[in-house]
């Protein structure tokens, strides 16, 4: 579930770091459609399942953050 966590530091690259009205989601690099494809495949194997759904609950979060703007 960690995981879920350190895919928000592609947020260092943003500049600025923060920005309150900007959707994470298609903006940066670990919150791209790619990414998020990867991440669903992540959830078959069971070595990388709990990777996968971590990844997964934080997108969801993100997207239901973004949907508030």
């Given at each position: 579930?960690?995981?879920?966590?350190?895919?928000?530091?592609?947020?260092?690259?943003?500049?600025?770091?923060?920005?309150?009205?900007?959707?994470?989601?298609?903006?940066?690099?670990?919150?791209?459609?790619?990414?998020?494809?990867?991440?669903?495949?992540?959830?078959?194997p069971k070595k990388?399942?709990?990777?996968g759904l971590g990844?997964?609950?934080?997108?969801?979060?993100?997207?239901?953050?973004c949907s508030f703007?």
């Amino acid at each position: 579930m960690l995981a879920g966590l350190l895919i928000d530091l592609d947020h260092l690259l943003a500049n600025p770091i923060f920005d309150s009205n900007r959707c994470s989601i298609g903006f940066h690099p670990l919150h791209s459609n790619l990414a998020i494809g990867i991440y669903i495949l992540l959830l078959f194997p069971k070595k990388t399942r709990l990777i996968g759904l971590g990844l997964i609950i934080h997108i969801l979060a993100d997207t239901i953050d973004c949907s508030f703007m």
